[in-house]
């Protein structure tokens, strides 16, 4: 028989786990992190709180960066979440440590480790590729968290033009994958598994894939931080277990096809979209 605490901690707490998560993003590309949740956690309510007055903020300084993120989670807190995934890339490299010391009381999960970790341990040959925004790129935050997993040859490449093109559709055909050639060219045969260090990056996935040919595995960043939310939460006793979670999804401006956007990226409509302001 176990211990009483043992027996405490193999219980669902009910109280914790009817709390939402909040997720944010500098735009709408951390909708495919939440898409992710909602496949793995479909029982869980979820706030979304997308910075789409101040995207993008991959080529913000990192102290602007800092500032922008303690305003999207000190926004988040006020639903009494229970877990934030900051589903953002450009945050998850240059200020993901400094959150964690400000909201020691918050567990806070960033897209970056999770992708790192399945590069690792996918990359037969120990060759991986990066590929994100600017800041994402020259924080070199994947670089060192990928060194301390072990002796691995990494090549990083910034693609900002990705975000516009999958903000705009154009996923497929000729103007992609021209983009996706000048990008990429350079990385072709040299790696084995490629992150995909942005969140706007998965709606690519099938022209990156037929530009860097088979046998490279893409890293979808927002599957493996909706498992590692999942893995978490299950650990704490925190799982919502029952029914279908709600939606609420929060932007800062409301862009021109708002409701378009935010299904190419989400795949299905949110229970409810507010304008929101922050603390500028």
Do not use: W
């Amino acid at each position: 028989m176990g211990s009483t605490a043992e027996s405490r901690s193999s219980k669902r707490n009910t109280s914790e786990a009817d709390r939402p998560i909040g997720v944010f993003d500098s735009g709408i590309g951390g909708l495919t992190a939440v898409r992710e949740l909602r496949r793995v956690l479909p029982a869980e309510d979820i706030i979304y709180l997308g910075d789409t007055a101040r995207v993008p903020y991959g080529t913000k300084s990192e102290e602007t960066i800092k500032r922008f993120a303690e305003q999207d989670v000190d926004f988040l807190r006020r639903f009494d979440i229970k877990l934030i995934v900051v589903a953002c890339n450009t945050v998850s490299s240059v200020a993901i440590e400094h959150l964690r010391a400000k909201y020691r009381d918050l567990p806070i999960l960033g897209v970056l480790e999770p992708g790192v970790e399945e590069a690792c341990r996918t990359a037969e040959s120990g060759r991986i590729g990066v590929i994100g925004t600017i800041a994402t790129i020259e924080s070199r935050r994947h670089v060192r968290e990928i060194k301390k997993r072990g002796d691995f040859q990494v090549l990083c490449r910034p693609c900002p033009l990705f975000v516009p093109l999958a903000e705009e559709g154009l996923v497929t055909g000729q103007i992609p994958e021209l983009v996706a050639h000048m990008y990429l060219d350079e990385l072709r045969g040299k790696v084995d598994s490629l992150i995909l260090g942005c969140t706007h990056y998965p709606l690519l996935t099938e022209t990156i894939s037929r530009v860097m040919g088979p046998g490279v595995k893409l890293i979808n960043v927002s599957h493996e931080v909706a498992r590692k939310a999942r893995e978490y939460l299950g650990e704490k006793g925190f799982l919502r277990e029952k029914g279908r979670g709600n939606l609420r999804v929060y932007l800062t401006d409301i862009p021109p096809h708002y409701e378009e956007l935010i299904y190419r990226f989400l795949g299905e409509k949110p229970e409810s979209v507010e304008k929101v302001e922050l603390e500028f």
